[in-house]
């Protein structure tokens, strides 16, 4: 069993930074992945990592801006030039997965976060 849990969200204002953080328990999992939502939008994949070799994926709404990183047992998300379209509910994910091209795609994951929410105000 795998199980995760974010913290570090927040309000910042636009062009500030925030990094979040995703403790992750268990061992059933290659790839850990963010994922965020805003009210009214389906699930985006943002970022994801293979855990066990190189390969980190972004979706280009995020390219440049957000940094995805592992810490010991943690997964982070550095934010950076934050835009108000950035705010949504951020959540952490782990999966085992054949392949990074699928890495961004929220059905490709078995065990999610609780989310934490990111408020970006003008």
């Known amino acids: 069993l795998v199980q995760l849990m974010e913290s570090g969200g927040g309000s910042v204002q636009a062009g500030g930074s925030l990094t979040l953080s995703c403790a992750v328990t268990g061992i059933d999992y290659n790839f850990l992945a963010w994922f965020r939502q805003a009210p009214g939008k389906e699930r985006e994949g943002i970022a994801s990592m293979y855990t066990r070799g190189a390969g980190i994926y972004y979706a280009e709404s995020v390219k440049g801006r957000f940094v995805i990183s592992r810490e010991s047992s943690n997964i982070l998300l550095q934010m950076t030039s934050l835009r108000i379209d950035d705010t949504a509910m951020y959540f952490c994910?782990?999966?085992?997965?054949?392949?990074?091209?699928?890495?961004?795609?929220?059905?490709?994951?078995?065990?999610w976060g609780q989310g934490t929410q990111v408020t970006v105000a003008s």
């Open positions: 994910a782990a999966g085992k997965l054949y392949g990074g091209q699928e890495s961004l795609l929220e059905y490709e994951y078995q065990y």
